[in-house]
C-alpha cells in the first residue's frame, strides 16, 4: 500500500476524491476493538536531535517511489533498488535504478545503474531466484490508477545474468494494477509461481482487487494468463506461514473494495485457498508484514499499516501502525494493538486523495536488541521511529519532515549494527540516507 501512498500521488493527477473515503459502517462492524496498549506518548523531534542525520543519495532522483534494500552484488554491503515514476502518467514512463556504495560501508556516495526504464508506475520490487540459477533476479509489479484508462498494469522480472540484467514480461497492458509479487509454489505442483494481487478502482465505486496465480512451467518461464485464486487482498501484501502448517500463506492490506482492512489467505494445498478477515475496523490498509519474534518471546506476529486521513474525514480511523498477535485458531478475528502515536495525514488537493501512514519496515535501529519500526508518513510528511522500549512498548519519535509521499526502509550501510535508514519523497524529489549520529548516542 506504499503503493497506495504513491498512488495517492498519482492519484493526485487523476481520479475523482472517493478512494480515500471511509465507510463509516464498516469501521463500526470492526471484528476487533484494537487498543492503543502497545504505544506511548509521542517523543516530538527536536530537529538535530532526532539523533539523525540527512545524506542526499541524489540530488535529482527523478521522484523515487518504493525503495528495496538488498545486497545485490554478494559483498555484504546493502545496495538501494528504487522505483521512480519520474514522468509516469498515460503518456510518459517510470524507471527502475540500483544504487551502490563507491566504496562500500561509505554511505556518503552513491553511483546510479539504471535497471529498466519505459514502466508506467513501477511499484515494490522484490528479490527473488525466479529461474533457479542461483542468483538473485527482480520482481517488478507495476501501473496504477493516472495511467489505467490506458490498461497499464503488469508484471515483469529483471534476471541477473551475472554481468547484467534481462528483462521478460510476464503481462503487460492488463486492467489491473500490481503493487507487489511474489514467487511461491502456490498450487502444489513442485514448481514455483508468481502470485501477485491485481488492483482497480472504478469510476463510481471503491473498486475491487484479486488474487491471481501466474503458473510456472519453471526455468523462469510463466503463464501469462492469471488465474483466479481468491477475491480481496491488495497493496503490499506478503508471504509467510500464518498456521505453522510448513506451507506458505498470505497476509495483506486490502483497499480498493475492501471487505476487511487486513486479510490472510490460507493455502490449503493443490491452489486451493481461503480468505479470512483478521480486522475490519481500521479503515483501508497500505502494508501487512509476518515479524518472527518481534517481542523477543519467540512468537509470530503481524505488522499492519492502514492508510486513512482524518484531516479529510474526521469520522475516518486514526493513521496508524498495528501488531496483530496470530491466535490459536487464526481464522477468527485476530487481536491487534496500535503502536503508534500522531501519525496524520495533511488534507488532500483537490482531485488527490492522500493518507497516512505509508510502508513500513523492521530492524533493530539502536542495538539494544529488540526491532524497532520504520514508518514513512507518506500523506503526513514526516518519517517515524516507532521505538520499542520495553517488550510491545513502542515510542513514536519523528526522524524527519518534509518528505511527502514516499517509503522508508531500513539499510545497514556501514555495517555497524546501527542501520542507516533510506528514505523517499516522491511529492517532493528526494531520496535520502538517514544516518545515527554517533553523539546522539542511545
Ligand atoms: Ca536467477
Ligand atoms: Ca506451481
Ligand atoms: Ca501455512
Ligand atoms: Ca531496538
Redesign the pocket.
Known amino acids: 500500500m506504499k503503493t497506495l501512498l504513491l498512488l495517492s500521488a498519482a492519484l493526485a493527477a487523476a481520479a475523482p476524491a472517493a478512494a480515500q473515503e471511509v465507510r463509516r459502517g464498516e469501521a463500526l462492524r470492526g471484528l476487533v476493538s484494537l487498543s492503543a496498549e502497545g504505544a506511548l506518548p509521542p517523543e516530538p523531534r527536536a530537529a538535530a536531535e532526532s539523533g539523525y542525520e540527512a545524506i542526499e543519495i541524489d540530488p535529482d532522483p527523478e521522484r523515487p517511489a518504493f525503495i528495496l534494500a538488498a545486497d545485490f552484488g554478494g559483498d555484504g554491503y546493502p545496495e538501494l533498488l528504487v522505483s521512480k515514476f519520474a514522468g509516469s502518467s498515460p503518456v510518459g514512463s517510470g524507471m527502475l535504478d540500483l544504487y551502490a556504495m563507491e566504496k562500500p560501508g561509505d554511505p556518503r556516495k552513491w553511483r546510479k545503474t539504471r535497471l529498466a526504464d519505459k514502466i508506467k508506475f513501477p511499484n515494490m520490487p522484490s528479490l527473488a531466484d525466479v529461474n533457479g540459477d542461483g542468483r538473485p533476479d527482480i520482481l517488478l509489479p507495476y501501473g496504477f490508477l493516472a495511467c489505467m484508462p490506458g490498461r497499464c498494469g503488469g508484471i515483469e522480472w529483471l534476471e541477473n545474468t551475472g554481468g547484467g540484467w534481462t528483462r521478460h514480461t510476464v503481462i503487460t497492458g492488463y486492467e489491473r494494477f500490481f503493487h507487489r509479487v511474489v514467487l511461491l509454489d502456490a498450487d502444489g505442483d513442485g514448481i514455483k509461481d508468481l502470485m501477485a494481487v491485481g488492483e482497480k478502482k472504478g469510476l463510481f465505486d471503491d473498486g475491487s482487487s484479486e488474487v491471481y496465480i501466474f503458473k510456472g512451467a519453471g526455468n523462469g518461464s510463466f503463464s501469462a494468463k492469471p488465474a483466479l485464486l481468491a477475491k480481496g487482498l491488495g497493496g503490499l501484501f506478503s508471504a509467510g506461514?500464518?498456521?505453522?502448517?510448513?506451507?506458505?500463506?498470505l497476509v495483506s492490506p486490502e483497499y480498493f473494495g475492501r471487505a476487511a482492512s487486513f486479510a490472510w489467505l490460507?493455502?490449503l494445498g493443490a491452489g486451493v485457498w481461503r480468505r479470512h478477515a483478521i480486522d475490519s475496523s481500521s479503515g483501508g490498509g497500505i502494508q501487512m508484514a509476518l515479524v518472527p519474534n518481534l517481542y523477543g518471546d519467540g512468537r509470530l506476529r503481524a505488522v499492519a499499516a492502514n492508510h486513512t486521513n482524518t484531516t479529510d474525514d474526521q469520522s475516518a480511523p486514526e493513521s496508524a501502525v498495528f501488531v496483530f498477535g496470530v491466535p490459536a485458531d487464526p481464522a477468527g478475528p485476530w487481536p491487534g494493538v496500535k503502536i503508534s502515536e500522531g501519525i496524520k495525514s495533511r488534507r488532500s488537493p483537490a482531485g488527490g486523495p492522500q493518507g497516512a501512514p505509508g510502508p513500513f519496515d523492521w530492524a533493530d535501529a539502536d542495538g539494544d536488541g529488540d526491532l524497532d519500526i520504520v514508518v514513512h508518513g507518506d500523506g503526513d510528511p514526516r518519517v517515524f521511529l516507532l521505538e520499542q522500549v520495553s517488550p510491545g512498548k513502542f515510542r513514536t519519535k519523528e526522524l524527519a519532515g518534509g518528505m511527502p509521499q514516499g517509503a522508508a526502509v531500513f539499510c545497514d550501510a556501514e555495517r555497524d549494527g546501527l542501520p542507516e535508514i533510506a528514505v523517499s519523497s516522491y511529492e517532493n524529489n528526494r531520496l535520502v540516507l538517514l544516518k545515527k549520529l554517533p553523539a546522539a548516542g542511545k
Open positions: 506461514d500464518v498456521d505453522g502448517d510448513g506451507d506458505e500463506d490460507e493455502n
